[in-house]
């Protein structure tokens, strides 16, 4: 079965720092892989997604995220945050036996100081 | 715009008393979820859906039950009610033709109190 892990509960960055959210799956095969946002009392909303192509893969608000076969990784990434970017991410797996299931980590909450 | 949408948005219960969370999608997707949320676990899969009439256990399905009417409603059922079961619940909507790259698009939650 599939499954993710996020090993940072909580990140603190400080306005216009880079920042990096890890996340290390677990599948022997081909994963498809996505980033989630969780804003203050609101549902989950897609990030990014990747399945082949580039590693590196663009999401909306300058977030991206890079494909690492070799260490089971899907790290997101963004170059200089904002206030707003303040919010809980979860990185998530699916796979083609998964009857169009998607296994959540735990998720990262990010705060980013003014 | 696609939409999903939970209600009620907020509920207190009592112990073994009854619960219904409904949701309701627009996107006309056929596959629908329902998770719970809580602290140092992360959404957590209790049933999921195929289309209208068919329900799935998920990874955490006891002490609750699903029903698809149709292809835009999916509820959850809490028959007797526990303080275990306070949480924050979310519904979600997949297209099926997406296979396992379908990103799914969530409700705002509901937060159940049982007392």
């Known amino acids: 079965a599939q499954s993710v892990t996020q090993p940072d509960a909580r990140v603190t960055v400080s306005e216009g720092a880079s920042l990096q959210l890890r996340c290390k799956y677990s599948?022997?095969?081909?994963?498809?892989l996505f980033w989630y946002v969780q804003y203050p009392r609101q549902g989950l909303q897609l990030l990014l997604k990747?399945?082949?192509?580039?590693?590196v893969v663009q999401g909306v608000n300058g977030f991206e995220a890079e494909f690492i076969k070799s260490n089971s990784s899907f790290h997101l990434r963004k170059a200089s945050v904002h206030w707003s970017d303040s919010a809980v991410y979860f990185c998530?797996?699916?796979?083609?036996?998964?009857?169009?299931?998607?296994?959540f980590g735990d998720g990262t909450q990010l705060v980013v100081k003014p | 715009e696609a939409a999903v949408t939970q209600s009620p948005r907020n509920k207190v219960a009592v112990t073994g008393g009854k619960v219904t969370l409904s949701c309701n999608q627009t996107?006309?997707?056929?596959?629908m979820y329902w998770y719970r949320q809580d602290t140092g676990h992360g959404l957590r899969l209790i049933h999921y859906?195929?289309?209208?009439?068919?329900?799935e256990k998920g990874d955490i399905p006891d002490g609750y039950k699903a029903s698809r009417p149709s292809q835009e409603n999916f509820s959850l059922i809490l028959e007797l009610a526990t303080p275990s079961q306070t949480s924050v619940y979310f519904c979600?909507?997949?297209?099926?033709?997406?296979?396992?790259?379908?990103?799914?698009?969530f409700g705002p939650g509901t937060r159940l109190t049982v007392l």
């Open positions: 979600a909507s997949g297209d099926a033709g997406g296979g396992p790259y379908a990103e799914q698009f």
């Open positions: 599948y022997s095969g081909t994963p498809y």
């Open positions: 859906s195929y289309g209208a009439g068919s329900t």
């Open positions: 996107n006309n997707h056929n596959n």
């Open positions: 990747y399945y082949s192509g580039d590693p």
């Open positions: 998530a797996v699916s796979a083609g036996n998964s009857n169009n299931r998607i296994f």
